[in-house]
């Protein structure tokens, strides 16, 4: 089963994943997570994408499409995946069917997780995350016991270098022009659900859950 986590910056993607991943058992593929992993261990590809990810814009489709095929074709992901940031422009869309059919495979679902502009900034302004384990807070909607370390591990939370409000706002704009229009591409294939995501995260993600497809369409 493979499952795309649609929704603008903030939207709870990161979040949700993580709760769809441990009660399905699904790796969790997400591009935005690969790219800050590059950019950390200072890799060409980290470098080129940093460019890119500061500025709010999106990092090169053939780029992009290049580093999830390989991630598609590693063992774990041949059961299924949680796509969090993936696709995100027609073009994408298009190379993740191509991909899938070669398996066999296909979308089964595109989530889409609606939330309104100003609540995107309010949550990306008080975001902090856990560059050891991955584990996203927020300052006052969800903080760790302690301010500035991480339940789960112990390490250092930080802020992320595209959560200022110029960067969010230019993310907003991409996700308008470049990513909305995925909405209409999941609908009219009959695969899109929309759930409504300025609520407490339990309820989105028991939303969520309950959307999940109970068996794999055919592949023609
Ligand atoms: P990426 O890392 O994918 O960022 P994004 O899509 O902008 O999404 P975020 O990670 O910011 O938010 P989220 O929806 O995961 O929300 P979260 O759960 O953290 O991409 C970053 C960049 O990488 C892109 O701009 C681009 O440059 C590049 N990139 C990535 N993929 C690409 C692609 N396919 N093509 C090209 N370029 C690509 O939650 C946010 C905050 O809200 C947290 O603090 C959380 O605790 C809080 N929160 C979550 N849910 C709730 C709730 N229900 N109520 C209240 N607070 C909540």
């Not at 890799?43 to 814009?57: I, P």
């Not at 059919?101 to 089964?108: I, K, L, M, P, Y």
Request: charge should be negative; aromatic fraction near 4%.
């Amino acid at each position: 089963m493979h499952i795309i986590l649609l929704g603008p910056p903030g939207a709870g993607k990161g979040t949700q994943a993580a709760r769809l991943v441990e009660a399905t058992g699904l790796v969790h593929v997400a591009t935005g997570d690969m790219f800050r992993e590059n950019v950390r261990g200072g890799t060409e590809l980290g470098l080129l994408a940093k460019s890119y990810m500061d500025r709010g814009e999106l990092v090169p489709d053939e780029v992009t499409i290049a580093m999830l095929r390989e991630r598609l074709d590693r063992p774990d992901a041949a059961a299924g995946s949680v796509l969090d940031g993936f696709p995100r422009t027609t073009e994408q869309a298009r190379a993740l069917d191509d991909a899938l059919a070669e398996r066999d495979q296909a979308v089964d679902a595109a989530l889409l997780i609606d939330v309104p502009p100003d609540e995107v900034r309010a949550r990306l302004g008080g975001r902090w995350t856990c560059a050891a384990d991955g584990a996203v807070y927020h300052e006052t909607n969800n903080p760790p016991a302690a301010a500035g370390v991480c339940d789960g591990c112990g390490a250092a939370l930080t802020q992320r270098d595209d959560d200022t409000p110029a960067a969010i706002d230019r993310r907003l704009t991409v996700y308008e022009r470049q990513t909305a229009p995925l909405i209409a591409f999941y609908e009219s294939a009959g695969r899109l659900v929309r759930i409504d995501g300025a609520r407490a995260p339990a309820d989105v993600g028991a939303d969520l859950l309950a959307a999940l497809p109970t068996a794999s369409p055919e592949v023609d």
